[in-house]
């Protein structure tokens, strides 16, 4: 997958990682980026295209898939973290209608365009989807399940073309994990990782420096290898 002259799409585009995923696009050659995000602005770029979507909202997700006729790249970026204790379900039901339903609604509703052009998805996981942060446990939740979506996708559409790749990320500075008491890489250069490791075709991609001293030890362990003997199944 080259980014240079293709369509992009990146869903929670107004702020954070969202907006610099948009910005690398660009400056990788991307003929035109579609900036999904709930309240659309204004870009001075002529090839962004802003969309008003919120993931949650099947109205907008059809009313957005209308305005977009073409699609080689789709980047699942909206998400949402709350601290919590788990003890309100309805916590866990929010994160999990945007982070999971709200992945899987979007995917599918562009789902054709992205077959046409033999395309990418990227989902934006987390570590947490891996090994749970306490303090944010339904994030924690909903982000193992969005990744466990990435994997069942990349195995069922291997075979029609289109491959899918899921971003473990460490902590961002973003306002999201403002309050972590821990160190944050900045959105820029994870933005940058990440659409680098879609055009080297990586399955997992670990674009801070926290997440890629575990790259090795998860493309080497047993939990990839079991994906991949899972995969035979099909």
Known sequence: MDIAGSTVMVTGASRGLGKALVEEALA???????????????????????????VTDTGQI????????????????????????????????????????GTYDVTQAFLPLLLAARGAIVNVSSLSAVAAVPVMPAYSVSKAAAFSLSQSLRALLAGRGVSVHAVLAGPLDTDMSRDLPIGKAAPGPVAAAVLGGVEKGEEEIFPDPLARTLADAWHAGPAKLLERQNAALL
């Open 28 to 54: 990788r050659g991307a003929g035109r980026v579609y900036a999904a995000m709930r309240r659309p602005v204004d870009h001075p770029d002529p090839r962004v295209v802003p969309l008003a979507l919120d």
């Open 62 to 101: 059809r009313a957005a898939r209308q305005q977009v006729r073409a699609l080689d790249v789709l980047v699942n970026n909206a998400g949402v973290g709350d601290f919590d204790g788990l003890g309100d379900r309805a916590v866990l039901e929010r994160h999990l209608t945007v982070n999971l339903f």
